[in-house]
Structures are given as C-alpha cells and as structure tokens.
C-alpha cells in the first residue's frame, strides 16, 4: 500500500500549488499522529477533564483542546506555505508568516472534544485558503475559494481525509505510525442508509424542518444514527451514504456549527464526493462568509436527501 509521505512526493512537484500544498498536508499529518499517540498512550488519563476556561463560543474549553490547537500551531510554524492561522482556540487571526505566496489554515483543532471523556471517537477539520491579508473584507474566504480541506478522525482507528484536486482519498494510521492509503477516490453511494440529527432539538427547529426530517424518520430505508460528534457523524454518511443536519434553533435565533472552520471544509469535502451542502438558505460554500467565528446552520450529504430548508 502506498503511503501517504510517498503519496505526497509522488503529487507535490506537479506545480507550485501542489508544491504547497501537500507541505501543509504533510504538516497537518504529522501533527495528526502526535494526538493519536497522545489519545492512545500511557498518559492518556491526564488528558480528561476541562481546562478551566472557555472559547470565543463562550463553550467550557477541554485540555485537550489547547494541547491540540499547540500541537499543529507548533507544525505549521515549521512550514513558509501557512501565513496565518484560524481557530475555535483564538480570538482573532494568528500570523505566522508574511509571505505573499502563502496560505491561511483554518481549524477545529479537535472537534467534539467533550466526548473524550466517554470514549467517543473526536476528530480534527481543517480548511485551506490562499491568504490575500486582506482581513478586513472577509468575504474573499467564501467555501468555493478553498484550496483544499481535510479531516482526521480518532476512533478505533486514526483516519485522514483529504479533498483536493477534485478527488477525495482517506489514509488509516498503521501500527508504525505511517498513514498508508485506503481509498483513493472516496464518492457517496448511490443509496444513502442515515440520517444524523439531535431529535431532542425537534422543539426548537423551524416548522419547514421538522416537517423534512418527519419525512426522513418515515423513510423505511433510512436508519437515524447519531454521535454527537460532527465530523464522525460526517465521515459515517459519507463512506454509507446519508444526511447530517445541524438546523438554526428559531427560538433563539441562533446556530451553533462555525462556517469558516467546520461547515466550510466539510462542504469541499461532500461536493467532491457528489453530494450538497446548505447553510442559512444557500449552497454553504457560497455562502459570503462576515467573520471568523460565524457561526451557521448545517445539511449535508447525499444530493437526493438534501433540501434548502431553514
């Protein structure tokens, strides 16, 4: 099976785009197999519980939260392709590096932290911009103009998804701490078996969508499964087929998923693969992004599924 450093030197010399690219693909992996030996070592018990503080989402931060988010801060340093970093962890925009022909990374260092303590699987997103610095107007950094986006997932196994080039491939980390290839052009089966949502929501949903996901639960091929953890409830519907919806709460006004850092990236990935992506009544990745942190609804997966509900 061919690795996934073989992989990168087999496609990085193609332009200076793939040059730079897989740089940060190679950076992103690398600090990918530093958090799966952490999650899986001998002191894995230090890292349960909260830090203590919260993030810009006002959310109870966990420890391995920061341990994450220092752990690929201190890959990307490493690389002159990242020029500035993105993430639930910071307030603002990190600068890294001034370079002109440089890229902004974008990240959930690890998402669905607070199932650690259960033994959940988690996971990590990422999205890559070409950083223009101009962060005043924002809206350049729409879901179309990513370069690419990828997601690792720590479960029984460690896996990496990469989409890019208009192909989405997976890698699985083998007992030598090598990402080897699994599958090299990922595409959504023509018959989706799930449907994702938190049903316990149902009161707070618009009426348009409760009425769709009734539709979803009458549907005798269709089967609810739902962890809890977004990008492993993602990478499910994707190797089986299915829908994952994340809707406004109405009652409140307000959506919990970060475009920038977890809706984006995921839509890259699902539009590859053949499915759709909405958010806030538009296609997500056209979506004119306003901030960093913004926050919007969520329904993804197989394009017979998904619907433009709010």
């Known amino acids: 099976m061919i690795s996934l450093k073989d992989y990168i030197n087999q496609n990085s010399a193609n332009s200076d785009q793939d040059k730079a690219i897989f740089e940060i693909i190679n950076k992103i992996s690398d600090g990918v197999i530093q958090i799966s030996k952490l999650l899986y070592g001998i002191n894995s018990l230090d890292l349960f519980g909260k830090y203590g503080g919260e993030n810009i989402h006002g959310e109870e931060v966990e420890k391995l939260d920061l341990l994450a988010n220092d752990i690929f801060l201190e890959n990307f340093i490493q690389t002159e392709y990242i020029s500035a970093v993105v993430c639930e962890e910071l307030d603002d925009i990190k600068q890294i590096h001034g370079h002109d022909d440089s890229y902004l990374v974008m990240m959930d260092p690890l998402d669905g932290s607070s199932n650690v303590d259960v033994s959940v699987s988690i996971g990590s997103i990422f999205g890559v911009w070409e950083n223009n610095f101009d962060y005043s107007d924002f809206k350049s950094y729409k879901g179309s103009n990513l370069k690419m986006s990828m997601y690792a997932i720590y479960g029984p196994n460690t896996i990496l998804v990469i989409g890019y080039d208009s192909k989405v491939i997976s890698f699985i980390l083998d007992s030598e701490s090598k990402f080897v290839m699994l599958d090299?052009?990922?595409?959504?089966?023509?018959?989706?078996?799930?449907?994702?949502?938190?049903?316990?929501?149902?009161?707070?949903?618009?009426?348009?969508?409760?009425?769709?996901?009734?539709?979803?639960?009458?549907?005798?091929?269709?089967?609810?499964?739902?962890?809890?953890?977004?990008?492993?409830?993602?990478?499910?519907?994707?190797?089986?087929?299915?829908?994952?919806?994340?809707?406004?709460?109405?009652?409140?006004n307000k959506s919990k998923l970060r475009l920038m850092y977890e809706a984006n990236p995921l839509a890259y990935i699902i539009n590859i693969a053949g499915g759709k992506s909405f958010s806030e009544g538009v296609d997500t990745l056209e979506l004119e992004p306003e901030g960093i942190h913004q926050t919007v609804s969520l329904i993804i997966g197989n394009a017979n599924l998904t619907k433009n509900i709010e």
């Open 184 to 252: 090299q052009n990922i595409k959504l089966p023509l018959n989706p078996k799930y449907y994702s949502t938190n049903l316990s929501n149902n009161k707070n949903w618009s009426k348009d969508i409760q009425e769709y996901v009734d539709t979803l639960r009458i549907n005798e091929s269709l089967t609810q499964r739902y962890v809890g953890s977004l990008v492993v409830d993602f990478h499910r519907n994707l190797l089986k087929g299915g829908i994952h919806l994340n809707p406004k709460n109405v009652r409140m």
